[in-house]
Every structure is written in structure tokens, then in C-alpha cells.
């Protein structure tokens, strides 16, 4: 991680309001940071939106699994 964002290093992300459908956050694995251009994210959003998605994370997890598996 470059030393500009050295502050964020093992801060956890969390939500404003707990959706009770999904594990208690501070229960889960650490979210790791990642970044990703404010424009490219909110194209795909909208994307995932009009094709009945509903999360972004999904799909990026999804993605990831089948480059892993692809290697």
C-alpha cells in the first residue's frame, strides 16, 4: 500500500445501518481496501442495476473466483 494511504491500513468499513439479512459486521473478516475509479464503479453499478443485480460486490467476487480458477 503506497505511504499516502498508510492512515486507512486496518481500519474497518462499516455500514450506517445494519441490514439484519446479512452477518453482523463487526463479526466478519476484515475488508481489505481496495480502489477503483469513482466513474468505472458507478458505470457498473448502474449496469448491474438494469440487469437486476443487486450488488457490485457480487460481481467483483464472482469475477475474481473465475481469473483465479482460469490460472
Do not use: N
Amino acid at each position: 500500500m503506497a505511504k499516502r494511504f498508510a492512515y486507512l491500513e486496518g481500519q474497518r468499513v462499516r455500514a450506517k445501518k445494519r441490514d439484519k439479512s446479512k452477518p453482523d459486521p463487526a463479526s466478519a473478516e476484515p475488508l481489505e481496501i481496495v480502489y477503483v475509479r469513482k466513474e468505472l464503479l458507478r458505470a457498473v453499478w448502474k449496469e448491474v442495476k438494469v440487469e437486476g443485480g443487486e450488488s457490485v460486490s457480487e460481481l467483483v467476487d464472482e469475477l475474481l473466483s473465475g481469473w483465479l480458477q482460469g490460472r
